[in-house]
């Protein structure tokens, strides 16, 4: 079956760098998403990987190893506004976008 | 301002009852998706919409209908709420559908069957 995994919660520190992993099982793979959902408010589009490889956008990079099903998105300068839960959603043969529960990250001062 | 639109916010409902959420879009986008989410599972898409017409089965459809009549607009209809439909539910549309384009969502509708 199609599964995604990522960790319920993480807890870090505002300035510090926080990694959050994401492992995946697609019928077939046509890219890794990460979403941003402040709670109560829609997910908002942060990053899409389909090379292998690290793609930095600021702040945020996300990074893709499509032979061990694995991404991840790494936080630097963590700020408080960046508390929110990030969604990992893999899109497989057939462009469907199967999506992880979301990890939860908690930012303390 | 572009984007998408759900109503009602919120929305508290007797079971058995028949609820029509409302979807709008200007962005001229050709796809659009009706997703449900709860608490401790990902998002699970419940109907789309290729394009004008056209309309498909997600992966949670039981329950549920859809029409797409025209570009802009995607309601979601449960013709006889149960109390397991309690959810926030997403629309999301995108500029084509079978790509890897990024989705838009809407803010969400909230709505509690009782």
Redesign the interface.
């Known amino acids: 079956g199609q599964n995604?995994d990522q960790p319920t919660e993480m807890t870090a520190t505002e300035g510090a760098i926080v990694q959050i992993n994401c492992t995946y099982q697609t019928s077939g793979f046509?890219?890794l998403?990460w979403?941003q959902q402040h709670a109560?408010?829609?997910?908002?589009?942060l990053s899409?990987n389909?090379l292998d490889g690290l793609e930095e956008k600021g702040r945020f990079s996300s990074f893709l190893s499509r032979s061990k099903g694995y991404s991840y998105l790494l936080l630097k300068e963590l700020q408080m506004k960046d508390s929110a839960s990030y969604?990992c959603?893999a899109?497989d043969s057939n462009?469907?976008?199967?999506?992880?529960?979301?990890t939860k990250l908690i930012i303390k001062p | 301002i572009a984007g998408i639109t759900q109503a009602p916010t919120s929305q508290i409902l007797a079971a058995g009852r028949r609820m029509t959420l409302r979807c709008t879009q200007d962005m001229r986008h050709n796809a659009m998706y009706w997703y449900r989410q709860d608490l401790g599972l990902g998002l699970r898409l419940i109907h789309y919409s290729n394009t004008a017409g056209t309309t498909g089965k997600g992966e949670v459809p039981d329950g549920y209908s859809v029409s797409r009549a025209n570009t802009d607009d995607f309601p979601l209809t449960l013709a006889s709420a149960v109390p397991s439909q309690t959810s926030v539910y997403f629309c999301a549309s995108s500029e084509e559908a079978g790509n890897t384009g990024e989705l838009f969502f809407g803010e969400g509708s909230r709505l509690t069957v009782l």
């Not at chain 1, 109560?40 to 589009?45: C, L, V």
């Not at chain 1, 462009?95 to 979301?102: E, F, H, N, P, S």
């Open positions: 995604i046509n890219g998403f979403y109560g408010e829609a997910p908002t589009f899409y389909v969604l959603a899109m462009y469907q976008l199967i999506w992880g529960a979301g």
